[in-house]
T-cell receptor
Framework: GIQVEQSPPDLILQEGANSTLRCNFS?????LQWFHQNPWGQLINLFY???GTKQNGRLSATTVATERYSLLYISSSQTTDSGVYFC??????????FGAGTTVTVRA | DAGVTQSPTHLIKTRGQHVTLRCSPI?????VSWYQQVLGQGPQFIFQ???????GRGNFPDRFSARQFPNYSSELNVNALLLGDSALYLC???FGTGAEAFFGQGTRLTVV
């Protein structure tokens, strides 16, 4: 199966700071999603981005499929941005393969 | 519109027992997938069903089984529970294979 690596594993930010999370994957994909897992465990969809660039408020994401990586940008971080961010990828099959996640802590 | 709904939200079972977890997909979605997430790790794929047929199975023992009903809802069954089955079980629905997946709130299973 596809291997997914996320970095860094942990990130501590001061409120207002900007950050970049990275996701590397080992094979070509036709599905790439970024999720934020809230403290109750639910995975919240951030982006569906198998290629290209998207923005949603303070968050944006870029996937360079030919180089097998994706980046998630958080700007002007807020304490509510804290949590675990997952990258998940899928190819021509039926499943999503998840990375181990990046734990983000934003301090006031 | 309702999102993906799972029931129950929490469950405590004893080793050796059987458990059934339920999932209702988003209206119009025909694909349902199940994932297991143990503490500190990313979710791991268990099953996918599309149009009531099993399309894929992850590396889980035969104690795990699932099915999809005509209304596209799904059940995940686990027999002979082990302590190691304690985890958050997540259900995802999508319009089809490769389409954006949406997850339910999960069922937190504790085996004692």
């Amino acid at each position: 199966g596809i291997q997914v690596e996320q970095s860094p594993p942990d990130l501590i930010l001061q409120e207002g700071a900007n950050s970049t999370l990275r996701c590397n994957f080992s094979d070509s994909v036709n599905n790439l999603q970024w999720f934020h897992q809230n403290p109750w465990g639910q995975l919240i969809n951030l982006f569906y981005i198998p290629s290209g660039t998207k923005q949603n408020g303070r968050l944006s994401a870029t996937t360079v499929a030919t180089e097998r990586y994706s980046l998630l940008y958080i700007s002007s971080s807020q304490t509510t941005d804290s949590g675990v961010y997952f990258c998940a990828v899928g190819s021509n099959d039926y499943k999503l393969s998840f990375g181990a996640g990046t734990t983000v802590t934003v301090r006031a | 519109d309702a999102g993906v709904t799972q029931s129950p939200t929490h469950l405590i079972k004893t080793r050796g027992q059987h458990v059934t977890l339920r999932c209702s997909p988003i209206s119009g979605h025909k694909s349902v997938s199940w994932y297991q997430q143990v503490l500190g790790q990313g979710p791991q794929f268990i099953f996918q069903y599309y149009e009531k047929e099993e399309r894929g199975r992850g590396n889980f023992p035969d104690r795990f089984s699932a099915r999809q009903f005509p209304n596209y809802s799904s059940e995940l069954n686990v027999n002979a529970l082990l302590l190691g089955d304690s985890a958050l079980y997540l259900c995802a629905s999508s319009f089809g294979t490769g389409a954006e997946a949406f997850f339910g709130q999960g069922t937190r299973l504790t085996v004692v």
